[in-house]
T-cell receptor, first 116, second 114 residues
Framework: DAGITQSPRHKVTETGTPVTLRCHQTENHRYMYWYRQDPGHGLRLIHYSYGVKDTDKGEVSDGYSVSRSKTEDFLLTLESATSSQTSVYFCAISAGNNLIPNTEAFFGQGTRLTVV | DQQVKQNSPSLSVQEGRISILNCDYTNSMFDYFLWYKKYPAEGPTFLIS?????DKNEDGRFTVFLNKSAKHLSLHIVPSQPGDSAVYFCAASSETSGTYKYIFGTGTRLKVLA
């Protein structure tokens, strides 16, 4: 199994509070991604990172911010949680680079977030 | 605008028969396609992939077919086993400004009946 750890695994928070989810990898992969999974929507990309301090928006980035200060850690922050952000969040990593452009992504176990 | 589409939310197949899961995409820049399997309460796991320079890739019971002109790919599972019951996601990737990201479909829930 790829070395990806998400924390926490479960969280319940109140509307309006900030929340930070952490993804930690031990593979030294360049790319890290945050997805959310919702019924009927599949997996949607929130933000991704292609290197330390290099991040970009995905399909559903509103209300989320990310930071990557070290290769191994990618943080997802919900600045002011809303009920629509209740979801299962997955972190993924991949090694893709110019020499190996096409590689698979490996996923963490997920974080179930409930905003009440 | 959904760039990767899986139009069948669910599929039931008898054990031992073939399962065929379909996926369509709209972005002609996609050059790498993947299939993932997901069990409840677990993260998606990589199953098989195919580059746009190929039209078929096989790995044991799993074969992925790519029809670029139709922007369509399919996953064949032969023979299907009860343990294959899961949600299957197709994904597509391309290089944009030197970076790579994966766009997923909405998933197809496969149920293999014993």
């Amino acid at each position: 199994d790829a070395g990806i750890t998400q924390s926490p695994r479960h969280k319940v928070t109140e509307t309006g509070t900030p929340v930070t989810l952490r993804c930690h990898q031990t593979e030294n992969h360049r790319y890290m991604y945050w997805y959310r999974q919702d019924p009927g929507h599949g997996l949607r990309l929130i933000h991704y990172s292609y290197g330390v301090k290099d991040t970009d928006k995905g399909e559903v980035s509103d209300g989320y911010s990310v930071s990557r200060s070290k290769t191994e850690d990618f943080l997802l922050t919900l600045e002011s949680a809303t009920s629509s952000q209740t979801s299962v969040y997955f972190c993924a990593i991949s090694a893709g680079n110019n020499l190996i452009p096409n590689t698979e992504a490996f996923f963490g176990q997920g974080t179930r977030l409930t905003v009440v | 605008d959904q760039q990767v589409k899986q139009n069948s939310p669910s599929l039931s197949v008898q054990e031992g028969r073939i399962s065929i899961l379909n996926c369509d995409y709209t972005n002609s820049m996609f050059d790498y396609f993947l299939w993932y399997k997901k069990y409840p309460a677990e993260g998606p796991t990589f199953l098989i992939s195919i580059s746009s320079i190929k039209d078929k890739n096989e790995d044991g019971r799993f074969t992925v077919f790519l029809n670029k002109s139709a922007k369509h790919l399919s996953l064949h599972i032969v023979p299907s086993q009860p343990g294959d019951s899961a949600v299957y996601f197709c994904a597509a990737s391309s290089e944009t400004s030197g970076t790579y990201k994966y766009i997923f479909g909405t998933g197809t829930r496969l149920k293999v009946l014993a």
